[in-house]
C-alpha cells in the first residue's frame, strides 16, 4: 500500500487530495494545523496541530511517525495575504516566507529520513512564482515566497537524486477555494486530480521540473 502524506489537508486543495488518494487505496496521513469536519469525517490518519513554520510541530510529526515509510510527501500547505507596492504589509511577507517557502522545506528535511528510496516529493506551488510569466506585479510575499520554494524545490532534487526520489513542482490552477475568495476557474477536485495524475508520471527524468497540473511545463 502506497503511504502518502499531504500537509494542509482540512481544506480547499489539500481536503480533496486527501479524499482521492485514500479512495485509490493509499494510506493516507492527513497533516493539519486543525481538521475541519470534512477532513474528520474520512476514513484516514489525521495528525492536527501541526504548523508547517514552526521546527518543533515538524519534530512531533516525525515523532508520531516512528515507523512511517512515506512513498509521496505532498507539500500543500500555504497561505496568501495581498500586498500592493503602496500597501506592504513585511509582517505578512514573511509569514508568507514561512509557511510557503521555509515550510515545505523544513517538512521534506525533517521527514526525509522516513521517505523509501524511490518515493516522491510535490510541492504545491503557483505560477505567481514566476519570474518569466509576473505581467502584472504586486502580490509581493505571495510572488517572492513561491519563487523562493521553487528554489528549493530544484535544490531538493538535486540532493534527493542519488536515492532515487524525485521532486515536482506544481501550480494548480486558479482554484476555486478560499485562498481566492471562491474565484477561481477551476474546482478543488479537477486540480487535485491533476497534482494526483503528474505525481504519478514523475520521475528522475523529470525531477526538479515546474508544471501546470494540467501537465504544462512551466517557465521559471
Keep these: 500500500m502506497t503511504t502518502t502524506v499531504i500537509t494542509g489537508a482540512s481544506r480547499g486543495i489539500g481536503l480533496e487530495l486527501t479524499k482521492q488518494a485514500a479512495a485509490r487505496g493509499d494510506d493516507v496521513i492527513a497533516v493539519c494545523r486543525k481538521p ?10 489525521v495528525e492536527p496541530g501541526i ?70 516529493v510535490a510541492v504545491v506551488t503557483s505560477r505567481m512564482g514566476s519570474v ?30 542519488d536515492r532515487d526520489i524525485s521532486v515536482i513542482l506544481l501550480h494548480p490552477g486558479y482554484v476555486n477555494t478560499d485562498m481566492t475568495n471562491h474565484t477561481g476557474n477551476v474546482e478543488p477536485a479537477d486540480a487535485a486530480a491533476g497534482i494526483l495524475q503528474r505525481i504519478e508520471e ?11 497540473a494540467n501537465g504544462e511545463a512551466l517557465p521559471w
Excluded at 515545505?104 to 521527514?111: E, G, H, K, M, Q
Excluded at 505571495?142 to 532534487?157: E, P
Design 51 to 120: 504548523d508547517v513554520s514552526v521546527q518543533e510541530d515538524v519534530d512531533r510529526l516525525a515523532a508520531r511517525l516512528p515507523d512511517a515509510s512515506i512513498d509521496m510527501l505532498i507539500n500543500n500547505a500555504g497561505i496568501l495575504t495581498r500586498q500592493s507596492l503602496d500597501d506592504l504589509d513585511f509582517d505578512a511577507i514573511r509569514r508568507q516566507f514561512e509557511v510557503n517557502s521555509l515550510g515545505p522545506l523544513r517538512v521534506t528535511a525533517t521527514l526525509r529520513g522516513k521517505l523509501k528510496n524511490g518515493a516522491k
Design 202 to 212: 514523475l520521475n528522475l527524468t523529470t525531477t526538479g521540473t515546474f508544471r501546470h
Design 36 to 45: 475541519s469536519a470534512e477532513l474528520e469525517a474520512l476514513d484516514v490518519r
Design 132 to 161: 518569466a510569466d509576473n505581467t502584472s506585479g504586486s502580490h509581493y510575499g505571495y510572488r517572492m515566497s513561491k519563487a523562493a520554494v521553487n528554489m528549493a524545490g530544484v535544490s531538493l532534487a538535486r540532493d534527493l537524486k
